[in-house]
């Protein structure tokens, strides 16, 4: 099976919905959580305009891990409730963010980062990790982006599910 990366077109809700079909796709027939997590990261970055980050990072043993991403190389481990991604995971809630560098406790993996939106992984009520996307656009994300990049989320979880 092969996959052309062609950047959906349309409003953001029908980009979304076409990167739905596409994650669908890719997830068919394959449980492996790293293997669909890698491509679910590599269909958001170019997928999405104005990115400079798509990635995930995985709970292990109360920190927050790098994972499977696209973009320049990032920090490896953060703690709960520390920067965007570490915050969102504590509150376990989708954290957009307009001005990363107004934000308490930002961690600047990214200098080129100035817009964030963090969406945590949660199965049968436990953690899994986080969604995090960065771009070097200040207010780059909206509603629209957080209930596509949510669902997109919830996709992989189900199909990522053990």
């Known amino acids: 099976m092969t996959f052309a990366a062609q950047r959906p077109a349309g409003t953001k809700p029908q980009i979304y919905r076409e990167l739905l079909l596409q994650a669908r796709g890719l997830f068919e027939g394959e449980r492996d959580m790293i293997a669909n997590a890698a491509n679910l990261a590599s269909l958001i970055f170019h997928g999405l305009d104005d990115l400079n980050w798509a990635g995930f990072y995985f709970l292990k043993d109360g920190v927050l891990v790098l994972g499977p991403f696209h973009g320049q190389p990032a920090c490896v481990r953060i703690e709960l409730g520390k920067g965007v991604c570490g915050s969102a995971a504590a509150r376990r809630?989708?954290?957009v963010v307009a001005d990363v560098h107004e934000f308490p406790g930002h961690i600047a993996c990214d200098v080129?980062?100035?817009?964030?939106?963090?969406?945590?992984?949660?199965?049968?009520?436990?953690?899994?990790?986080?969604?995090?996307?960065?771009?070097?656009?200040?207010?780059?994300?909206?509603?629209?982006?957080?209930?596509?990049?949510?669902?997109?989320?919830?996709l992989w979880l189900t199909a990522s599910a053990p």
């Open 93 to 95: 809630e989708t954290l």
């Open 112 to 154: 080129a980062s100035n817009s964030e939106i963090v969406v945590p992984l949660i199965r049968d009520g436990r953690l899994v990790g986080v969604l995090d996307i960065d771009s070097p656009k200040k207010s780059r994300f909206d509603s629209e982006d957080r209930a596509g990049l949510q669902a997109l989320a919830a």
